[in-house]
């Protein structure tokens, strides 16, 4: 719990990203969470993202925590991780996120299903961010 409290308090890699050549929004109205990503992708690589948004303390820290993660990775290597956050969070995996790092500070959400797309949310954006959408994407 303390990483969460850390990365709503100071969320990383927060702001606009003016060298971003993708990017996407996504809604959680569930909870009111609207987010903003910004990626710069060169070749496969995440070289640098950063997001904006107003959100619940779930859904902010959880995009500070995916900022980290996956800045400096491919996007294979970003997309494991999703698949991973996602089956710890849903129940399907390892419950403790082992191997996840700081994201394992999530686990604990899994036991709040309405939280669960709170934590998501990032992540849904950040593929159709990858994925060049041109629609916001929704959790519901
Ligand atoms: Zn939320």
Redesign the pocket.
Known sequence: RDVIVDHNRRPRNRGPLPSANHRAEGN?PL?G?QLRVYVDVEHDLIRDLRFEGT??A??TASASLMSEAVKGKSRAEAAALFDAVHRMLTGGGDAAGAGLGKLAALAGVREFPA?VK?ASLCWHTLNAALAGAAQPVTTE
Do not use: E, K, L, M
């Open positions: 959680n909870c969470d959100g619940c779930i859904s939280r709170c």
